[in-house]
């Protein structure tokens, strides 16, 4: 084996660890692409992108203009070699008031008992918290912050989460939510909420 075979052999094992690191398109991805591909329309962040592939998504099939942000920089590399720009962020953190158009959010949801959680990159893109709404809960408290006064906010939720108790969360925060669309499996349902602020 040459050295160059040596290099090439370590750059894919380099690329498939990140992959492994990184949250890959899912049906929740799906669910939440097509509701985006619905709804999204000016200037468009996808937070938690993982992949980058709802934001491309977003990006190629309409006109709004798509940013992406995660705290996973192998996540932020994935969504710029889709050619989507992506910040490194916590939630909407670094976005200035009143600049954004559209939100569309995939939190991790799945509820997690404390002493299992295995605390690496994919754990953070998965796991909720014991209710399954410890990330969901300060998104909607700080999204409305970044919004236009017409802005809209997709946020995909699973039935694991208790749906209503983030609508009622949403509610007490000053939105109207709608359900945009809704899928079944057999261990729970997803569904994608549209929220506006209710001037």
Known sequence: MTDDD???????????????????????SRLLAEAAVDHARGRTL???TGSGWVAERIATETTATVVASDPNPAACQEARD???PAVRADLV????ANSLDTVAFNPPYLPTDPDNEWDDWMERALSGGESGRAVIDPFVDTVGRVL???GVVLLLV???TGFETVVDHAERNGFAATTVCQES???????VLRLTLDN
């Open 93 to 96: 953190a670094p976005f200035r």
């Open 82 to 84: 889709r050619e989507v």
């Open 46 to 48: 996808e937070v938690g």
């Open 6 to 28: 040596a290099d090439t052999l370590a750059a894919l094992a380099d690329r498939r660890g990140a992959e492994r690191a990184v949250y890959q398109p899912a049906e929740d």
């Open 185 to 191: 499996y057999p261990f729970e349902t997803l569904s």
């Open 148 to 150: 236009r006064p017409d």
């Open 158 to 160: 699973s039935s694991l």
